[in-house]
Structure formats: structure tokens, C-alpha cells
């Protein structure tokens, strides 16, 4: 037996370099990105509605890309609501990856947009290790998820700019302290910021979109 | 769960490196850096090694990971170096923190996102 060392390639050292040139196309058309990331049913889609509503109030013209393993429910929510919007089915991935986005945003309207938010697919592992190449990470967690949600997946909330805990107006009825969900997170990430939101009462959005830097 | 298109990035890889350079011998071990940060299964990359692998020349060959824990850069105090791990009663892995050890300011990453095939063991050919 005899060892051979060498560089034989990193596989997401390739994915980051994609994710730096997703930047650098978006940052061109003046496009400042979300990745919103978070378990299926937290109200990713619901929140991206409400924060869309209230930057066109402000003039600013948002658009929105869905992935999800198959289907385009999220899609068409997001052209009933009138934002410019692309659907990427990611066919049994569990994460959108820089690439599929590159893609995307070939085709994406891009110089019809202020705003974009890319919808990740609904999982709170895998997406953290694929960064996209947008500006700021969005973790939508809801009170229904249960109060340990940052334990379970403390690496994904490690690395993440911003959490917003959706879905407060439940949490009596679910014997949940959203409180504790926001100290697990302080722990693991002392300079992210929580936001507390109910996405259908439209409450915490306004301080959602403020600790995303709008 | 991204295990098995990862093990096959890393197979896909190696593979066009040895049609490139072709190397005398079998492939016994293949050594691979795994970044702290990521969330991966070690046992289920080697399982998906080993189902992957099936078939072609690296059949039979073994992943061997070794573990990269993360470093990172202060751009405020200048440290740089290992990142502070929080460990948790219950929560049974270490989690890195990305905030300063000295400081207490953001940081940059330099180590721990890692997912490369770093060297070979080789079976030595048969003597002429």
C-alpha cells in the first residue's frame, strides 16, 4: 500500500463559486436577494406574501422564485398576487443549489425587480449547506413546530442572519414560549436577530423586513 | 440527506482525475476532509460510497473522513483560528459559533465547509 495526496477537487468549493457569481448577477440588476428557508407549513410562502405588500407600498418592485420538490402550489400563489415568478422543481433534491438558481435566474425577469425572494424547499437541514448567493438567510420557524426546533438543527440556525418565529398568535394554544426558541437561537447565533410574526394578521412584518435591511 | 448526490459529485470527480492521470494499482482508501459545518451523515456517505462505487474501478474502495473543525477570521481584533463549539446538555453535537472567541464580534469563515477528496491509498501493483 502507498498514499498519494493531492488535490482532487472539493465538490462545494464548486458550489460556493456559483453562489458568488448568483451574487454578482443579481447585485448587476441592482436585485437584492432573500433565501428564505424553513420547514414545510412554517408560512414561508404566506410571509414572502405580507413582506411583498408592504415594500410595493414603499414603490419597490418585488419578485419571487418557489422551489419545491415537484408541484407549483407556491407559484401560482405568488402570480395570483401579481409578483413576477419562476418555479423550480428540484425532482427529489432536498435543497435548491446554486446552480438550479444560476438557471433560474437566467430566465428571471431580473430588471423588472427591486426585491427577490427565493423560496427554498421546505427542510431544516439540508438547505444551509448550500448557500445560493443571496444577500441575507430568512429562517421562518412556526410555534406549531414545537419549542425545540433550533435544538434539533442548531448547525442550520448557526449559520443564519435572521429567524422570524411565525405563526405567535398559536403559540397558547399550542403550549409553546416562543421566548425559548429565541434564546436557543441567541446561543447558538449571538448576532442574528428574531423577529416575532403572525403572517396572517400581517403582525411583526414590518420589523421582519427592518432586520432583513429594508 | 444530500448524502448520496454529494458521494456522487465526489465519485465523478475522481473519476475524471484518474481517466486524466492514470495512477498503477487499486484504490483502496480514499481520504476525504469533511467540514464541521455541514450536515452531513458519515455513515450514510460511506453507505452511499459503497453503493455508488459499484461496478466501476473504485469498487470496493473505503471513505475515510476525517473531520475539519471550523476556523474563522475577526475582521475587528484580527484573531484568527479554531471558532468557539457550544455544547449543550441534550443537544448531542457541538455546535460551531460564528462570533468572535476574543472579541465576541461577526466572523468570517476560513475552514469548515469542506467537502474534498484530499488523498489516495493505493494497493501496490503486481511486481513484472
Request: proline share 3%; glycine share 10%.
Given at each position: 500500500m502507498h498514499d498519494i495526496t493531492g488535490s482532487f477537487g472539493d465538490v462545494l468549493q464548486r458550489q460556493l463559486e456559483l453562489a458568488s457569481q448568483n451574487f454578482?448577477?443579481?447585485?448587476?440588476?441592482?436585485?437584492?436577494?432573500?433565501?428564505?428557508?424553513?420547514?414545510?407549513?412554517?408560512?414561508?410562502?404566506?410571509?414572502?406574501?405580507?413582506?411583498?405588500?408592504?415594500?410595493?407600498?414603499?414603490?419597490?418592485?418585488?419578485?419571487?422564485?418557489?422551489?419545491?420538490?415537484?408541484?407549483?402550489?407556491?407559484?401560482?400563489?405568488?402570480?395570483?398576487?401579481?409578483?413576477?415568478?419562476?418555479?423550480?422543481?428540484?425532482?427529489?433534491?432536498?435543497?435548491?443549489?446554486?446552480?438550479?438558481?444560476?438557471?433560474?435566474?437566467?430566465?428571471?425577469?431580473?430588471?423588472?425587480?427591486?426585491?427577490?425572494?427565493?423560496?427554498?424547499?421546505?427542510?431544516?437541514?439540508?438547505?444551509?449547506?448550500?448557500?445560493?448567493?443571496?444577500?441575507?438567510?430568512?429562517?421562518?420557524?412556526?410555534?406549531?413546530?414545537?419549542?425545540?426546533?433550533?435544538?434539533?438543527?442548531?448547525?442550520?440556525?448557526?449559520?443564519?442572519?435572521?429567524?422570524?418565529?411565525?405563526?405567535?398568535d398559536l403559540a397558547a394554544f399550542v403550549g409553546v414560549d416562543p421566548e425559548r426558541i429565541a434564546a436557543d437561537y441567541r446561543k447558538v447565533n449571538p448576532h442574528g436577530r428574531v423577529v416575532f410574526t403572525a403572517a396572517k394578521s400581517g403582525r411583526g412584518v414590518e420589523e421582519l423586513l427592518s432586520a432583513l435591511g429594508f | 440527506m444530500h448524502e448520496y448526490s454529494l458521494a456522487q459529485a465526489l465519485l465523478s470527480g475522481l473519476q475524471d482525475y484518474l481517466r486524466q492521470h492514470p495512477i498503477p494499482g487499486r484504490v483502496a482508501k480514499v481520504h476525504v476532509r469533511k467540514g464541521e459545518l455541514l450536515s452531513l451523515s458519515e455513515w450514510a456517505l460511506k453507505e452511499a460510497w459503497r453503493i455508488l462505487t459499484e461496478g466501476t474501478e473504485l469498487s470496493g474502495s473505503e471513505l475515510v473522513l476525517e473531520s475539519v473543525p471550523v476556523r474563522v477570521r475577526c475582521p475587528s481584533c484580527g484573531y484568527e483560528g479554531e471558532a468557539r463549539y457550544l455544547t449543550e446538555e441534550g443537544w448531542h453535537i457541538a455546535v460551531p459559533v460564528l462570533s468572535c472567541p476574543r472579541c465576541g464580534s461577526p466572523v468570517e469563515i476560513t475552514e469548515g465547509r469542506d467537502l474534498a477528496i484530499v488523498g489516495l491509498t493505493m494497493t501496490d501493483p503486481p511486481a513484472p
Open positions: 454578482a448577477l443579481l447585485k448587476q440588476h441592482g436585485v437584492r436577494a432573500v433565501n428564505v428557508m424553513g420547514a414545510i407549513g412554517s408560512g414561508k410562502t404566506e410571509l414572502i406574501l405580507r413582506m411583498a405588500e408592504k415594500l410595493r407600498e414603499r414603490g419597490l418592485r418585488v419578485g419571487a422564485i418557489a422551489g419545491d420538490v415537484a408541484g407549483d402550489d407556491d407559484y401560482q400563489r405568488f402570480r395570483a398576487a401579481g409578483l413576477p415568478a419562476l418555479q423550480i422543481n428540484t425532482g427529489d433534491q432536498c435543497h435548491l443549489d446554486a446552480h438550479q438558481v444560476g438557471h433560474a435566474l437566467e430566465e428571471f425577469p431580473l430588471g423588472e425587480v427591486d426585491v427577490l425572494f427565493i423560496e427554498n424547499v421546505g427542510n431544516l437541514v439540508c438547505p444551509a449547506d448550500f448557500p445560493l448567493g443571496a444577500d441575507v438567510d430568512l429562517v421562518v420557524i412556526s410555534v406549531t413546530e414545537g419549542d425545540d426546533m433550533v435544538r434539533k438543527h442548531p448547525k442550520m440556525f448557526a449559520q443564519t442572519d435572521v429567524v422570524a418565529i411565525n405563526k405567535v | -
